[in-house]
């Protein structure tokens, strides 16, 4: 029998909460009509309890138990603080990768010395992934529920694919039919020698 204490959770308690319709189904037509050119209807689970406190997250108990930290096949370039990932799935954009730092940091408590050469990577990763075939766009986007490891995915969006404008390009990628192994490589190639031109290493654990 464990001697660990059960993960006690109780429903969130302030004025914003309490306002909400927990257990309905709530109207979509908001983002229907906000993103006609991506979605045509769109079906709400019900709105479930939102319970506190939330449970960890990777690493954030243990760092040793963090997915971000330490070598990776995954891998594509790193420098001496930052890395970018990609490769582990292949989905159906012509590239989606995640950069992050090597250390264990959230956007919270990293250091100055590690943020701020964040600014001119992303510029970086913008123009490598715009270099690839068929991207007409880089996006950018940031969730961090799944690590406590400051992470921000980099996702290039298909030229002419008016469908894909905004927040929606992340689903696309489960949606458009995956990318064959060998362009999904050379893709990858191309990221990573592209940033490796400005700086750092290509693909260092292979």
Known sequence: MSDEAPFEQHPADTDFHRR??????LDASAITDGLPWAFEQITMRPLEPMLVPEKPRGGELDPRECGH?????????????WQVRAGWDVGGL????GVAPRDHWLLEN????????????MQRVSQAV??????????????NDGSAHMHMWAMGRPAGMMQGRGAV??????ILPPLPQEMAQE????VAEALAAGGGEAFPYR
């Open 20 to 25: 909400l319709p927990i257990g309905e189904a």
């Open 69 to 81: 930290c330490g070598p990776s096949e995954h891998t594509i370039w790193h420098d001496d603080l």
């Open 94 to 97: 012509p590239f989606i990768g």
């Open 110 to 121: 990293a250091p100055t010395e590690v943020l701020a050469p964040l600014g001119p990577l």
């Open 130 to 143: 715009k270099s690839v075939p068929g991207v007409a766009r880089c996006h950018f986007g940031r969730w």
């Open 169 to 174: 390009l992340a689903f696309w990628d489960e």
């Open 187 to 190: 893709h990858l190639r191309i």
